[in-house]
């Protein structure tokens, strides 16, 4: 026998990435970011061929991608090493040079819609409304541009737009759980959802040929539903209601007879079709757990982006009730019964709150004994059933991983995912210290050997747990984390301000809250290794925050390296500094524990 040896961090991260795809028209062509190159670019694949040839070379991430109406042309919106700035170019159907549509430094175009006749574009920007963005319409041809919208008091987005041009459906997001829905109609607007408060989110939605709107929200309730509402009679009601699952997306048939939904029901996605004359649903089988991206044909084919916890996010294609996968990504040197299925665990919190959570185990040949506690970005956010590299590569590495959706996380309601808001250092602390006792108290974690690393908001409440609790932790890892509330509050994008009060805290009418509940208050407190990663160009999460930090620890004496990525932001999408991050984790952590 030959030894080969054992595939290792590299074997995860060459592994290729896929982000978004788009459908031509006709259904024949799938286009879609990849990074096989090492960088994120855009790659097409023909219907029958299986082989993708790549469209471009520019390196970066690709917010809006669709084909243009006569499929002529493909239209593109790319940030730059992470700024999240997109601008709009198009580019040929077989790839090439980039042609810009709408740039602008320093200015977000965010599209959602093209006309019919492929002349206009309908998108969201902030070139003259840093703060509340407007919704404008832009002719490619005479390169003018059309104020529609105004933001005025919340941020805008566009969903969807009749064929006519005449009506649109937008919302004003006033924060993550409060996102009210209107309709354009010829210049004047008015809610989806009559007499309604603010307190509600709607969702996405789809606009029928007479003007009806199909469209998801909880307005009223904990989870979403589908709901309609008739421009004509002025009228909204409900449409399908689910037990505990949230209906995220929604596809309407080019005979508008029925729907499509895709559902968040805890850890993992469903689909269901819904029959909008009788009202009848039924639940279509998935090849994924979580979806990350669906679109139906106009023949209602429909296209499927997703993953499992096993097996990396891959694109299928459901017809004549079967799916066939489209893509094969693979973790390379591996099978997928190498790699962790994640448990789904719950426990009460301290005050009898339910949360869910998943648990990786590396298998019994690699374990070493010790549990990363992985807390989730957000916080409005979730650990979800979907392939998640970061949870595996530590199993593989002999880590049992904790992952606590706590309070605040999406997908369990309404209610608990506000509980975070105004208090992002308590009641979600708490949940996670519970959970570590309880993994605990079930003999599955040693109370000395434990490692806590986060991202964004995993990374703030990393420090935090540091600060405040360091007997509790071997050795910290912090990735874009806030450490200080205040700071954060200053720096955060100009569109961001307005939910800080409600989303974060008022540093006056707050500020004893916020000192507690910041990181920085517990310097002293963090004596343990502790490892700080940062991307230079970081719109949410700016490089100071992590500077304030690393500089005050090397000042009193706290052992902790810093690694800063000149060309990434908030999230890394270069394969070589994906690389470079976890082999450095994963050496930091030996090297401190010793395993």
């Known amino acids: 026998m030959i030894p080969f040896k054992k595939p290792d961090v590299r074997a995860f991260l060459k592994s290729y990435s896929i982000k978004t795809f788009a459908v031509s028209p006709d259904a024949q062509t799938i286009v879609f970011q990849a990074d096989f190159t090492g960088a994120p670019e855009l790659w097409a694949m023909e219907r029958g061929t299986g082989f993708p040839y790549q469209l471009t070379t520019i390196g970066q991430s690709v917010y809006d991608l669709r084909f243009s109406k006569d499929s002529s042309y493909i239209l593109a919106s790319f940030d730059y090493d992470g700024d999240e700035k997109p601008q709009i170019y198009a580019l040929p159907l077989k790839g090439g040079e980039l042609t810009p549509i709408r740039t602008l430094p320093g200015t977000h175009f965010f599209v959602h819609a093209q006309s019919e006749d492929g002349k206009r574009l309908y998108y969201t920007s902030d070139e003259s409304n840093k703060t509340y963005f407007d919704i404008c319409a832009y002719d490619i041809e005479t390169e003018q541009e059309r104020t529609l919208v105004k933001g005025d008091d919340a941020r805008l987005y566009l969903s969807s737009l009749s064929q006519d041009e005449q009506v649109f459906t937008y919302a004003k997001f006033y924060s993550n759980t409060s996102i009210v829905g209107y309709l354009w109609n010829n210049g004047k607007s008015e809610p989806l959802i009559p007499g309604a408060d603010n307190e509600h989110v709607t969702g996405d939605s789809t606009l029928g040929k007479d003007g009806t709107v199909y469209f998801s929200t909880n307005a009223g309730e904990e989870f979403s539903y589908l709901a309609r509402y008739s421009p004509v009679s002025k009228t909204f009601e409900k449409l399908f209601q689910l037990d505990q699952e949230s209906i995220k997306s929604i596809h309407l048939s080019e005979d508008e007879s029925f729907l499509y939904v895709v559902a968040s029901a805890g850890v993992q996605d469903k689909c269901y079709s819904f029959t909008v004359e009788t009202g009848a649903s039924n639940e279509l089988s998935l090849p994924v757990t979580i979806v990350e991206k669906l679109l139906m044909t106009n023949s209602g084919e429909l296209i ?292």
């Open 304 to 595: 499927v982006l997703g993953s499992t916890p096993t097996k990396p996010k891959n694109m299928y294609r459901y017809t004549q009730g079967d799916w066939v996968q489209l893509t094969d990504v693979r973790i390379m040197g591996l099978e997928e019964k190498e790699l962790s299925e994640p448990e789904v665990i719950r426990y009460s919190s301290y005050d009898g709150l339910e949360i869910e959570a998943l648990l990786y185990q590396p298998h019994n040949e690699n374990k070493n004994g010790y549990t990363v506690l992985l807390p989730h970005g957000g916080p409005q956010w979730a650990d979800v059933l979907s392939y998640d590299a970061q949870s595996q590569i530590l199993a593989y590495e002999g880590y049992q991983v904790f992952s606590p959706n706590y309070r605040g996380s999406t997908r369990y309601g309404a209610t608990f995912t506000k509980l975070v808001e105004g208090d992002w250092g308590e009641g979600p602390r708490l949940d996670i210290l519970e959970g570590l006792d309880y993994l605990e108290s079930k003999g599955q974690l040693q109370p000395d050997k434990v490692i806590v690393l986060g991202g964004s908001y995993g990374g703030y409440m990393t420090l935090l747990l540091h600060g405040r609790h360091p007997e509790r932790f071997q050795a910290a890892v912090d990735i874009c984390g806030v450490s200080n509330l205040f700071s954060f509050i200053k720096t955060v994008p100009e569109s961001w301000k307005p939910i800080m009060d409600r989303w974060v805290g008022h540093p006056e009418r707050d500020k004893d809250r916020l000192i507690k509940d910041s990181p920085i208050t517990y310097l002293e407190k963090m004596t343990k290794p502790m490892l700080v990663v940062q991307g230079a160009n970081d719109p949410r999460v700016v490089k100071e925050e992590s500077d304030q930090i690393v500089e005050a620890l090397q000042k009193q004496g706290t052992e902790i390296e810093y690694l800063v990525f000149d060309d990434e932001g908030h999230g890394f999408t270069k394969i070589e500094n994906r690389i470079s991050l976890y082999e450095m984790v994963i050496r930091f952590l030996k090297r401190h524990l010793h395993v």
